[in-house]
């Protein structure tokens, strides 16, 4: 088998794509209105008609580019920088700033709070020296 014949089977992409989104044939073949066998059978074609590519890409929530497109290294590639993007360090293990382990908003809410807080005791206090005079 060649290799472009290969990086074209477009049934086995879709095959992928389920198997990566840890969806069973049969879970597909329910959101396309059809049964396993005929979704058993699309993913050995190595062609499929746009609009019921489309109407795959919808069930396995992709585009039909993605699918097009897609590639082993790829997949890889993406997991990959996920990964990189979502670890709490920067270039050669510093600190990333715009990784919070905190909600900020909740900090902000926290700190309006706390003068809140200080400008009513400041209030009192000021009302305990006025009726003093």
Do not use: W
């Not at 088998?1 to 089977?9: D, E, I, V, Y």
């Not at 609009?51 to 997991?79: D, P, Q, S, W």
């Amino acid at each position: 088998m060649s290799t472009a014949t290969k990086q074209n089977h477009i049934g086995r992409k879709i095959s992928r794509i389920r198997e990566l989104k840890d969806m069973k044939q049969e879970a597909l073949a329910q959101a396309l209105g059809t049964n396993q066998q005929s979704i058993s059978a699309m993913e050995n074609s190595e062609t499929i008609d746009d609009a019921k590519l489309a109407e795959v890409a919808k069930a396995l929530g992709v585009t039909v580019e993605a699918i097009k497109n897609f590639t082993e290294e790829n997949m890889i590639n993406y997991f990959n920088n996920f990964y990189d993007n979502s670890t709490s360090t920067g270039i050669n293990g510093m600190f990333n700033p715009t990784h919070c382990t905190f909600n900020p908003l909740d900090k902000v809410v926290e700190l309006y709070e706390r003068l809140v807080l200080a400008e009513k005791e400041k209030n009192e206090y000021l009302e305990k020296l006025m009726k003093e005079k």
